[in-house]
């Protein structure tokens, strides 16, 4: 049953687009809201290629290009995996995730994922941006085959509607930045207009929307409640603990810092890859093409239904002549005991239960709730109400199919905003030229330096936001800065100040001391972005000032940068001081590049 809002919508008549592009399958879905009226929301249920009957809003994330240039996508595309003429681009959305996801750096113990490689001459960019592309349009069609009037509605309010990203919980600026090029090369939002325009939810968020939305929970809910959400989508499970502020108007916090781990569906048919390379190695079926149908049919049909308790499995992957009793294939059907597909899911449901269980700690957390393509496996429902059983959490899974959670639910966040306070994932801070102290710097005398003023100091991490931090929209950071000059600067000599933004992703505390050279921070320390702000304003609030120890004089220009979370989102301004007076101006946040 489609949602629809229990409210009435206020504000301006618009479309909402909410984009869930995920590694094996996407989906959109889109609100038309009117004020005064209780939007509902639709998903795109049409798509080229895949028949109109089945009614399903998910489509293979699937493109298949020839000579460089995108011919066929989702089911389409899926008819080219193995003609020789294509070159095809699945599982991409693996390529953009970064180092802290990527397996070779965790504990996880599932190993590195080949990730296929993206066809010859074709960039990530430009794969992101014909699917993009691609979806937009048939959002476009279905949209104004499908509603009264479509096509004036959507030409009227297409240049200004809001367009929503799903993303996991592990991505951050960079991955967003990419989204927004990929966008605008697409040609679904102007330049001028993609900070208006575009929106980034994670999908953590955008599944507690879709929820609570379908999910019984009068009994349960009730202020200071705490509760998970649990979302298994294609490659990772995105997890997060939030605690219930205010029961009416329901208001959310999150507890603390999401997870995420890459231990989605896709991993299990990796698993299962394994198993059939060992199991039929020595048959005439252990070859790479047929061991490739094989994985495709059990991620088509025996995962889906797989619970644990049929005593055979089946994988329908060729035909009446295809036979081999010895190794269980009889017309066409591969037949797995229930152990052989056991054996696909045990390092992703121990994996899944590690994070989850990291994420709860010793909280009495009474309900766990599960959501995502990957969250309907009846097994892993099984075996985690079982895990999570033992410790009095109760695993709880949506009244509808939950494979559009990420996308119906960006567009409920849309409408209804629950949540109020969102977790820092990591300690974010500046390199920060802190006075040195014999005591506290015992043993890294060798990197003491002088600044202009004569004064000893050493390079350390300054923490700005502490991991956890609860972020809301009257959340704010300031720190100060301070240039010291020898002679008095004109505005241009003042020039552009820049500050680097770095996160902390290492075990324990960061380094209490850092290396002067800014190019090679400690392993775990990397740059999340640039702050950038013109200072030429300043030229008339600077100070003449003498240091007493030394009888040197200089200018100094005192400026305070300030980081505000407002809209979801983190934003720059730069203060200063000028005859008394209070004085803003903007800042610029350069995230760090992905490619």
């Known amino acids: 049953m489609a949602y629809r809002s229990t409210k009435k919508y206020e504000r301006n008549e618009t479309i909402i687009l909410a984009f869930d592009i995920g590694t094996t399958h996407s989906a959109v879905s889109f609100s038309y809201a009117y004020p005064g009226e209780f939007p509902d929301i639709r998903s795109v249920v049409k798509w080229p290629g895949q028949p109109e009957a089945s009614g399903d809003s998910k489509i293979p994330t699937i493109v298949a290009y020839q000579g460089g240039e995108a011919k066929f996508f989702g089911a389409e595309a899926r008819e080219y995996l193995d003609d020789e003429d294509f070159e095809v681009a699945r599982w991409f959305k693996l390529h953009l995730h970064p180092e802290s996801m990527k397996f070779g750096q965790s504990s996880t113990g599932l190993g590195e994922l080949d990730i296929p490689p993206l066809p010859l001459g074709v960039s990530l960019p430009q794969v992101y941006a014909d699917f993009i592309r691609y979806t937009y349009k048939a959002t476009k069609d279905f949209f104004i085959n499908n509603t ?16 929503i990203f799903c993303t996991p919980n592990g991505w951050d600026m960079s991955e967003h930045a990419f989204l927004t090029e990929a966008a605008i090369r697409a040609g679904i939002v102007k330049h001028q207009d ?35 959400v649990t979302d298994a989508g294609g490659s990772t499970v995105d997890s997060t603990l939030y605690r219930c502020r205010f029961k009416s108007p329901l208001v959310l916090e999150e507890v603390c810092a999401s997870a995420c781990v890459q231990a989605g569906g896709v991993f299990v048919d990796r698993a299962m890859q394994n198993v059939l390379e060992g199991k039929l190695s020595t048959s005439n079926y252990g070859d790479a093409e047929t061991i490739a149908i094989m994985v495709r049919q059990f991620e ?40 052989e597909v056991r054996a696909a899911y045990t390092g992703v449901i121990s994996s899944i239960t590690a994070s989850c269980q990291g994420l709860l700690g010793s909280r009495r957390v009474q309900h766990l709730l599960l959501v995502g393509g990957f969250g309907e496996s009846p097994y892993l429902r099984d075996q985690l109400k079982l895990k999570f059983g033992e410790r009095g959490t109760q695993v709880v ?12 639910g960006a567009v409920i966040w849309y409408l209804t905003q629950l949540v109020e306070g969102r977790a820092a994932r990591f300690d974010y801070g500046i390199y920060s030229g802190e006075i040195y102290d014999s005591v506290v710097h015992r043993g890294h005398e060798d990197k003491v330096y002088l600044d202009d003023a004569g004064s000893k100091r050493v390079w350390t991490f300054r923490i700005l936001i502490s991991k956890d931090t609860i972020l809301n929209d009257a959340w704010r950071v300031s720190w100060s800065r301070h240039r010291l000059f020898p002679t008095r600067p004109s505005p ?21 001391v850092l290396d002067a050279d800014y190019s090679k921070p400690p392993l775990g320390l990397r740059v999340m972005f640039t702050i950038k702000a013109d200072l030429s304003a300043l030229c008339d609030s600077m100070e003449f000032d003498t240091n007493r120890k030394t009888g040197r004089q200089y200018w100094k220009v005192n400026t305070n940068l300030d980081i505000i979370f407002t809209n979801m989102k983190l934003k720059a301004r730069l203060r200063w001081m000028d005859k008394g007076a209070e004085r803003i101006g903007p800042a610029t946040m350069i995230p760090a590049s992905k490619l």
């Not at 379908?214 to 409640?225: M, N, Q, V």
């Not at 899974?397 to 119906?408: F, G, I, L, N």
């Not at 996160?503 to 960061?510: H, L, T």
């Open 148 to 163: 009264p009037n479509g096509h004036h509605i959507w030409s009227r309010l297409e240049d200004r509607m809001p367009i």
């Open 194 to 228: 993609a900070e208006e325009q575009l929106w980034f939810i994670t999908e953590g968020e955008a599944s507690v929307h879709y929820s609570l939305a379908y999910t019984k929970t009068a009994e349960w809910l009730k202020k200071d409640t705490v509760f998970a």
């Open 300 to 339: 088509l049909k025996t995962k889906r239904i797989f619970d644990g308790s049929q005593i055979s499995n089946i994988i329908n992957f060729g035909t009446p002549r295809d036979n081999d009793k010895g190794y269980g294939i009889v017309k066409g059907k591969l037949t797995l005991t229930s152990d």
């Open 397 to 408: 899974t949506v009244d509808e199919p939950s494979r559009k959670a990420a996308a119906d």
């Open 492 to 512: 241009r000599e003042l020039g552009v100040y820049e500050s680097l933004i770095y996160v902390w992703q290492g075990e324990g505390p960061a380094p209490p």
